[in-house]
């Protein structure tokens, strides 16, 4: 099994950034796509980027340009560099894992969520 622990959420001005970190442990060499999703109030979960082993990224449309998603594969760590905060940005965020498809029996992962807000 894999397990998840974000940090770095909080309080922020609108313009502002923040960094977030997840780091897993347990069976870590499992891993493929690690990402960030954000869940809002009255909202739906939804996709902010994506991270494969290999270092290919996707984003959601409405962060394009403004967040950066790397990790350290050594560190077993994904980090979600956000600039340029909006208001909308206001949710709760959370670390996702996903396992190679050659370990069917370690499931996904999901880590316990950090609130990020943003004042506008």
């Known amino acids: 099994q894999v397990q998840l622990v974000e940090s770095g959420g909080g309080l922020v001005q609108a313009g502002g950034s923040m960094r977030l970190s997840c780091a897993a442990s347990?069976?870590?060499?499992?891993?493929?796509?690690m990402g960030w999703y954000r869940q809002a109030p009255g909202k739906e979960r939804e996709l902010v980027a994506t991270i494969s082993h290999g270092g290919s990224t996707n984003y959601a449309d409405s962060v394009k340009g403004r967040f950066t998603i790397a990790r350290d594969n050594a560190k077993n760590t994904v980090y979600l560099r956000m600039n340029s905060l909006k208001p909308g940005d206001t949710a709760v965020y959370y670390c996702?894992?996903?396992?190679?498809?050659?370990?069917?029996?370690?499931?996904?992962?999901w880590g316990q969520g950090t609130q990020v807000t943003v004042s506008s």
């Open positions: 347990g069976s870590t060499f499992s891993i493929n796509v």
């Open positions: 996702n894992a996903e396992p190679f498809s050659g370990y069917p029996s370690i499931p996904g992962a």
